[in-house]
């Protein structure tokens, strides 16, 4: 199984089942809101998590991003965006080959916070998973759609990839608006999060 690195920003009181084989894998875990920077390693199965806590800290930014996956995930609920990490997380390990590394951050508190990281980051992310629900937005409900039409419309050669995590369904409907402001297939993937689900849009994006 394949191993990598692991960053987070501002992700805590994880666990997750602990299986058999264990194989390391070395995590920098970090918050950048946090002012004083720590480090943590902590050991993976190959398949899962092992049960682990992990309180907040500040991460330092990975040091090479050349060949490394870069995903942001945005949601404002902390349980539900530390569960969406671990779960691609442990996805990627089945698909990425060895050599590549993986950045994982975490945010979402509002759309102004998540459009002020974007555009203050150093590189591109190349997925961002968006919750259609956080605050901010002139629509509540439609915060995820509004996040990624003003991003686009501000970066219009971005190539990071958008895809939302509705809590509504992926019925036609949503399908469309995610459709219509610039997410891509399979525009939106369901909450609670369905493992498979996710996998195939990992798959779709990065094997």
């Known amino acids: 199984m394949n191993s990598f690195n692991y960053s987070v920003v501002d992700i805590s009181s994880i666990s997750a ?11 920098s875990i970090t918050d950048t809101e946090s002012k004083p920077v720590e ?8 398949t899962n998590m092992s049960s682990t806590n992990m309180s907040s ?13 870069k995903i942001l995930i945005v949601d404002d609920n902390d349980f539900c965006r530390d569960f969406v990490a671990v779960q691609v997380q442990e996805c990627l390990q089945h698909i990425v080959e060895s050599s590549i590394s993986c950045q994982i951050d975490v945010i979402g508190d509002s759309v102004q916070q998540t459009l002020d990281h974007l555009s203050e980051s150093t590189f591109e992310y190349d997925l961002v998973i968006v919750d259609m ?10 915060a995820g759609l509004y996040l990624t039409k003003k991003y686009k419309t501000m970066n219009p050669t971005s190539t990071s990839k958008f895809v939302c995590l509705s809590g509504f369904g992926c019925n036609a409907v949503v399908i469309e608006q995610c459709r219509a402001v610039g997410m891509i297939k399979p525009y939106a993937i369901g909450k609670p999060l ?14």
Do not use: R, V
């Open 133 to 142: 629900n956080i605050p901010g937005a002139p629509t509540e409900t439609l």
């Open 39 to 46: 480090s943590t390693t902590i050991e993976m199965s190959s």
């Open 194 to 207: 369905i493992y498979d689900e996710l996998m195939d849009l990992l798959k779709l994006i990065f094997s």
């Open 17 to 27: 089942t602990q299986t058999d084989a264990i194989e390391t894998t070395h995590i």
């Open 57 to 69: 800290t500040n991460i330092s930014s990975t040091a090479n991003l050349a060949n490394t996956i």
